[in-house]
């Protein structure tokens, strides 16, 4: 009788053990993404390149790293996953695991929304003919290389169509739409 429940709270301390692992490396998979999330935000904030050149690259750094790591933590994640459900099948899910779960996913949907989109932005800068200017409602727009690019209102006004400018605009391969940050006019 003695060995069959030292036997079985092995076992239970086995479960506990493989439980307890997939749940650190789920934590630290999400601690990478959500790590690198933010870094990758506050890379795009101009003050802080504006500031410190080096701690806005150093910002990146950990998307760098994340594109090594989360694999690696994803990859033993579902190894203690597996792991437990062969042995002792599927847990049984309460509310609070099923809350989590989808507020998990939730948070991650936009993670990965956001940043595909950010991605896909590009900056181009260098001398540029307006095409057209175009206004919609209280919004301004000019047609730089194919590309509708939103200006402020006083950039509209001071801007001709058909003559050339120094400037520079971001742009999402996506949507073909962008902002402009600088433009200068070129005497000609």
Known sequence: MKIEMKFKNEGEQEKQNIWKAQRTSL??????????FLSLQLGRVQAISDFNYSLHEM??????????????ALLIYIYFVMKF????????????????AVVIIVSLIPIFTI???QSKEISTGGVFMVEQKIQEDNKYFL????????????????VEENRRYLGTYIWNSQTERGKLETIESILE
Do not use: C, D, Q
């Open 85 to 100: 459900v062969r042995k002792w099948g599927l847990p049984k899910l309460n509310i609070i695991t099923s809350v989590k």
């Open 59 to 72: 910002l990146y750094i950990p998307a760098t790293l994340s594109l090594f790591l989360v694999p690696i």
């Open 143 to 158: 047609i730089l290389n194919g590309k509708k690019i939103k200006v402020s209102m006083n950039e509209f006004h001071l």
């Open 27 to 36: 934590y630290w998979l999400l601690g990478i993404i959500y790590f690198t």
């Open 115 to 117: 940043t595909i989109y």
